[in-house]
């Protein structure tokens, strides 16, 4: 090969090296360029969401970008836990649908006992075998008794903590579809009260009834979506003549009945009407035009929703606000079932749930102590 041809050669290889060492150096330079400002907003999103309060703020003097993101999911409020109750044993699982973690906690004094009721941090517990009736916090391991009380086919709520003044205990079950006998009690008291009230509406109670207090009254919706109001302290009941929430036909399905849940949020009675096919819809109780409206949006609110008590919270993370999450977790505890308003649709997809195939005392949501760590 002559030299000419060699030098030819030589020039075109150093050319191309030149070239590549030219790219690399830019890739290098725009991989340089590129910060952790430049996170894609989910995965930033994602990332924040699961900061504690501290390092959440901390996270927000990084940029601009960075404090609009963190502001949106910093966690100002404890979410509920969902609490399994285990068929055997004593073990007790607490799962936090903010870290996607379950733990795990032994509570002996809860053996031989059914869930009633949550509020506040505390457990109302009932042992159908001896009739005992009781108050546990989960989270400082108190317990209250009180007294023995025979519940058949009917629910039980109670109005506050059972260390706060004022408490009082509710619970109702119809004599006939005009008579109602409602039984109530306090801690501190030796028996409970049973009293019979007549009803202008057919009133009927059942397991799947739903309770809940607000602005110091009792409210209970029927299996039939009536709904029924007790004044603890003036001692009276009454069915408003507010006819029942308005679905679709298709809602009332095979076990229509169970997959209803009913909370409060400021002052403020709502509905949550679900089916196994079709996207939940959630009414709210105008009180001045006596009617239920469909709600479209939750204002940011996120809703816990179980059988046997449900609860609202506000200022959760961005992806858990104007959502509903409900008692069901899959993909082996990593993901709750939840709906969102915001986008119409159930997490994951297609997760919609039959809730007659679940037993009511399976679980419920609880709300932990401001501060609480979850770690247990």
């Known amino acids: 090969m002559s030299g000419k041809r060699k030098r030819k050669l030589k020039l075109l290889s150093d050319t191309i090296t030149d070239s590549r060492r030219a790219i690399a150096e830019v890739k290098s330079e725009n991989l340089e360029l590129q910060s952790w400002a430049d996170l894609p907003a989910e995965l930033l999103e994602l990332i924040l969401s699961r900061l504690i309060l501290a390092d959440n703020i901390r996270a927000s003097a990084v940029c601009k970008r960075w404090h609009s993101v963190a502001s949106d999911v910093r966690v100002v409020n404890q979410s509920p836990l969902l609490m399994y109750f285990p068929k055997f044993g004593d073990c007790y699982e607490f799962y936090d649908p903010v870290q996607r973690k379950t733990h795990s906690l032994e509570l002996p004094e809860l053996n031989g006992s059914r869930v009633c009721y949550t509020k506040d941090g505390w457990l109302l517990l009932y042992r159908p075998r001896t009739h005992r009736v009781f108050f546990f916090n989960p989270f400082t391991r108190e317990l209250i008794k009180l007294p023995r009380f025979e519940m058949t086919y009917q629910i039980v709520a109670f109005s506050c903590a059972p260390t706060s003044p004022g408490c009082v205990l509710f619970t109702v079950k119809h004599v006939s ?102 996207n939940p819809i959630i009414f709210k109780l105008d009180r001045t035009l006596m009617k239920w409206e469909e709600m479209t949006t939750l204002d940011g609110v996120t809703l816990f929703a179980s059988f046997l008590s449900s609860h609202s919270r506000t200022d959760l993370i961005g992806i858990m606000r104007n959502s509903v999450y409900f008692s069901k977790v899959r993909f082996y505890g990593k993901r709750c079932i939840s709906f969102s308003l915001d986008d119409y649709r159930y997490y994951p997809r297609k997760q919609c749930h039959d809730w007659g195939e679940q037993d009511p005392f399976e679980n419920i949501w609880v709300e932990p102590p401001k501060g609480f760590s979850a770690s247990m």
């Open 177 to 278: 579809p005009t008579v109602v006998a409602i039984s109530t009690c306090y801690p501190g008291a030796t028996e409970w009260t049973t009293v019979n009230y007549q009803n202008r509406l057919p009133f009927v109670s059942s397991i799947w009834n739903k309770l809940v207090f607000c602005n110091g009254l009792f409210y209970c919706l029927s299996l039939t979506g009536w709904l029924g109001v007790f004044d603890p302290v003036e001692c009276t009941w009454s069915v408003l003549a507010v006819p029942p929430p308005k679905c679709p036909e298709n809602f009332f399905a095979k076990n229509w009945w169970k997959g209803k849940f009913m909370t409060e949020h400021e002052g403020d009675i709502l509905v949550i009407y679900t089916c196994c096919s079709e």
